[in-house]
């Protein structure tokens, strides 16, 4: 069985920095490309940054040189960690696999105070 478990969120002042984890489990976790989504309340949920089985990272626009995703294929893990937030950085954050989707995890919230 495929699982995602986010963790790592908060509350944090506009500026300031958070790091978040995801732990897979159920597939050969090394083989794929990770990504991280967000979804905001009352919008849809959209990519935020993704890393390749070999490391080759690419992130949306908006985040792009104040995020970082990296991963520790021994820990089946992928992290994303946050500099310079921003209020719009407010929301649900959640990590999948960007081809073969599994179920969605609970996510982590992430809140940015103006």
């Known amino acids: 069985q495929v699982q995602l478990v986010e963790s790592g969120g908060g509350l944090v002042q506009a500026g300031g920095s958070l790091g978040l984890s995801c732990t897979a489990s159920?597939?050969?976790?090394?083989?794929?490309?990770m990504g991280w989504y967000r979804q905001a309340p009352g919008k849809e949920r959209e990519f935020v940054a993704q890393?390749?089985?070999?490391?080759?990272?690419y992130y949306t626009a908006t985040v792009k040189g104040r995020f970082t995703i990296s991963r520790d294929n021994a820990k089946n893990t992928v992290y994303l960690q946050m500099n310079s937030l921003k209020p719009e950085d407010t929301s649900i954050y959640y990590c999948?696999?960007?081809?073969?989707?599994?179920?969605w995890g609970q996510g982590t919230q992430v809140t940015v105070s103006s």
């Open positions: 890393i390749s089985a070999s490391g080759t990272t």
């Open positions: 999948n696999y960007v081809s073969s989707k599994a179920d």
């Open positions: 159920g597939r050969t976790f090394s083989r794929y490309t």
